[in-house]
């Protein structure tokens, strides 16, 4: 049998789990997603269509699956939205996603496999809406509110209690003398279509970049480190989720629930309908499509739930969603509007993208001006001009996209568009690598693309200079007192005086952040350059493996692929780059600037866990996943996302799964979160 169609699966299996990756990243940390929800869910889709048909027992060895792959067997996926700087909380109860849908026929298979289950002809069940925010618990214990989490990895969630007491609506207390000793209710924080247009009329005013959506400001705005900044943005909250609950049997049913928190006067959805058959729930379904743009918050979907409490306890869930509930998302809003113009931007890595410019219209409770093209061969295949009629959707009611053209609306004289052979910023040639959609500016020194870099540079990811943003950085290389990163520690205050919006404190200030960033840990510095492939991950295995600059410039391909997570195409990216001369002559300036390009070998050496690589699985109750990983760090070891042969200890909490069950198979050694405790103490005192 040819190994072929295997090899292809695998490929194509490894660029689901990589583009998964950067979309959860994008979606529930930084709260900026460039997809739509629906994109998102066909990636998932094909990711576990491909999984089943590679492995249709759930046996993958963690070689095979690792923590990049969203929807791991054993483990409970829903992203995570955790961050540093906040304190987690366990759930109880784990806050699972939904399994979404935008079929009716799947819906109606949903009704089928719990008729199947039950032997029932017809269920009841509750149909909600479905909201478009950030998902919230709160935890009362005798009625008394105790905290407020999010849905962080299902497992345990990031306090944001504290961004959220200036809430009007939000429950203090439950006002009864029936309520459970203990419940976890769980909703969502939003935020009304008309505060969001206030606070970017507000950035317009001040020149800001304007926010994408209602939902990503609303996320944004829980996780900010500064209560006092949350306090300035409205949000609201909105209730109809039941955690865990003792007793257990204090509720029988979701309706039930739902009654309780209208007699708590709790703020709750308006829409909740409690009906006996599949085809009333799709009649309700319906119903509330037609309704939900007249609700304060955002709403893309209905929500179909068992009513029996009893019952959703049998159904049970998967590892990552019930199976007594489903998501039905709505069809996206269109609307018609003409295409005044196609622009082109150009990002740090070159890429050039093209923007169309619209006549604004209001969608899905926004006014768009703008929609993506994604690329020159979307705009051929579409065969889109300027001046078209065209039909644009906010997908997921996120990202505006141009679907079609209306072309018996086009008139003769329309000409076809021409994706340009060179560079809109620096008239430089656009090529094209071969099996690549993207045109990219050849220059390396092209503008857009030195602003791009000095951003990234700059980023709370990379070397952290604070007040360094994208308004600051247009101005530096508009006036040209920065044309590549190492003229950045040449920069005066006089100069930074100069410009638009600096005054003596704010020039003081800036020029001490970028002082300070010359200390900044290596890993961080070789984050920074940019390198294709090389994000943080593998920037810190270089700077363990690596003493300087010029060890990695001097280092050879397999030099690069013996650290364990650098992988051959990484290899081949860092050793184009430091065998690049420009790029040698740029680090030796910052060397000579004062910038630290090496890591304390002999500090990284004396420390007792180096050379020791840990795995932190199921949930950890003493310390949260960030706090170990930072402390096995701070001693020299490195923490791995899979469990492999050079693995040294596993530290399992409860709901550890395949990794640990793959340690006792390696014979890895294991420890309890007690015991790792312990052995960090011991390691300390030695």
């Given at each position: 049998m040819s190994k072929e169609p295997s090899s292809q699966k695998q490929s194509r299996l490894t660029f689901l789990k990589a583009q998964?990756?950067?979309?959860?990243?994008?979606?529930?940390?930084?709260?900026?997603?460039?997809?739509?929800?629906?994109?998102?869910?066909?990636?998932?889709?094909?990711?576990?269509?491909?999984?089943?048909?590679?492995?249709?027992?759930?046996?993958?060895?963690?070689?095979?699956?690792?923590?990049?792959?969203?929807?791991?067997?054993?483990?409970?996926?829903?992203?995570?939205?955790?961050?540093?700087?906040?304190?987690?909380?366990?759930?109880?109860?784990?806050?699972?996603?939904?399994?979404?849908?935008?079929?009716?026929?799947d819906f109606f298979d949903f009704d089928k496999r719990l008729k199947k289950i039950f032997g029932e002809e017809d269920i009841d069940y509750v149909v909600e809406p479905k909201i478009d925010g950030v998902a919230v618990s709160l935890t009362y214990r005798k009625g008394i509110l105790e905290t407020a989490v999010t849905r962080g990895n299902g497992v345990e969630g990031d306090i944001i209690i504290q961004n959220l007491l200036h809430l009007q609506d939000l429950p203090r207390e439950i006002v009864s003398t029936d309520i459970p000793g203990f419940i976890e209710i769980r909703g969502e924080i939003y935020m009304e279509h008309e505060e969001f247009l206030r606070i970017n009329k507000d950035r317009t005013r001040l020149n800001l970049p304007l926010y994408a959506n209602p939902r990503n400001l609303a996320a944004g705005t829980v996780k900010l480190l500064d209560p006092k900044e949350a306090k300035q943005r409205q949000l609201k909250i909105v209730l109809y989720g039941l955690g865990a609950c003792e007793p257990s049997s204090f509720f029988n049913s979701q309706i039930a629930f739902h009654e309780a928190l209208k007699t708590w006067q709790f703020p709750t959805v308006e829409f909740v309908k409690f009906v006996r058959s599949a085809d009333s729930a799709w009649d309700r379904i319906c119903q509330l499509d037609k309704l939900r743009h007249g609700y304060a918050y955002p709403t893309d979907g209905a929500v179909i739930k068992l009513d029996s409490r009893e019952k959703q306890n049998i159904a049970g869930h998967t590892s990552k969603a019930p199976r007594w509930?489903?998501?039905?998302?709505?069809?996206?809003?269109?609307?018609?509007?003409?295409?005044?113009?196609i622009i082109?931007?150009?990002?740090?890595?070159?890429?050039?993208?093209?923007?169309?410019?619209?006549?604004?219209?209001?969608?899905?409770?926004?006014?768009?001006?703008?929609?993506?093209?994604?690329?020159?061969?979307?705009?051929?295949?579409?065969?889109?001009?300027v001046g078209d009629q065209v039909v644009v959707e906010k997908a997921g009611e996120i990202i505006p996209q141009v679907v079609e053209v209306i072309e018996e609306s086009r008139t003769e004289d329309v000409p076809s568009f021409k994706f340009p052979s060179h560079c809109p910023i620096c008239n430089s040639l656009l090529v094209r690598t071969e099996g690549e959609a993207t045109w990219r500016c050849s220059d390396y020194d092209c503008p857009d693309q030195l602003k791009g870099r000095i951003e990234y540079f700059a980023s709370r990811g990379c070397?952290?200079?604070?007040?360094?943003?994208?308004?600051?950085?247009?101005?530096?290389?508009?006036?040209?007192?920065?044309?590549?990163?190492?003229?950045?520690?040449?920069l005066e205050q006089s100069q930074l005086l100069q410009l638009e919006g600096f005054a003596e404190k704010s020039a003081k200030n800036l020029i001490e952040a970028i002082e300070q960033s010359k200390t900044q840990e290596f890993w961080r510095m070789i984050c920074g350059l940019g390198i294709k492939h090389i994000g943080a991950s593998a920037s810190k295995d270089l700077a363990r493996n690596f003493s300087d600059w010029r060890s990695l410039a001097g280092a050879k391909v397999e030099d690069f692929t013996a650290i364990e997570g650098v992988g051959m195409i990484m290899a081949e990216s860092l050793s184009l780059f430091f065998n690049d001369s420009d790029n040698l002559s740029f680090l030796e300036s910052m060397e000579n600037l004062g910038v630290v390009l090496k890591s304390d070998i002999e500090i990284e050496t004396s420390r007792p866990l180096v050379g020791k690589t840990f795995v932190l699985?199921?949930?950890?109750?003493?310390?949260?996943?960030?706090?170990?990983?930072?402390?096995?760090?701070?001693?020299?070891?490195?923490?791995?996302?899979?469990?492999?042969?050079?693995?040294?200890?596993?530290?399992?909490?409860?709901?550890?799964?395949?990794?640990?069950?793959?340690?006792?198979?390696l014979d890895v050694e294991i420890l309890n979160e007690a015991e790792f405790t312990s052995f960090l103490k011991d390691i300390v005192s030695q």
């Open positions: 998964i990756k950067e979309h959860d990243e994008l979606y529930y940390k930084q709260a900026q997603p460039v997809i739509s929800d629906q994109e998102y869910d066909k990636l998932k889709r094909e990711l576990d269509d491909i999984e089943s048909e590679i492995d249709p027992l759930g046996l993958f060895t963690d070689s095979e699956f690792d923590n990049n792959t969203p929807v791991k067997p054993g483990f409970i996926s829903v992203g995570d939205d955790r961050l540093e700087g906040f304190k987690s909380h366990r759930h109880v109860e784990a806050m699972l996603s939904l399994d979404n849908t935008y079929d009716q026929s509930a489903i998501a039905y998302k709505f069809e996206s809003e269109r609307q018609v509007t003409k295409l005044i113009d082109l931007q150009v990002g740090r890595t070159g890429a050039v993208t093209p923007v169309a410019c619209l006549d604004p219209v209001q969608l899905a409770g926004t006014m768009v001006s703008r929609a993506s093209l994604h690329n020159a061969d979307e705009i051929h295949r579409k065969d889109i001009r070397l952290d200079i604070e007040n360094l943003g994208e308004a600051v950085v247009n101005q530096l290389v508009d006036s040209k007192l920065v044309s590549r990163l190492d003229e950045l520690y040449q699985t199921g949930s950890l109750e003493i310390f949260s996943r960030l706090e170990a990983t930072a402390k096995i760090e701070s001693l020299g070891g490195k923490v791995s996302s899979s469990v492999s042969k050079q693995t040294s200890f596993v530290v399992a909490g409860p709901g550890a799964g395949s990794k640990l069950d793959k340690a006792r198979k």
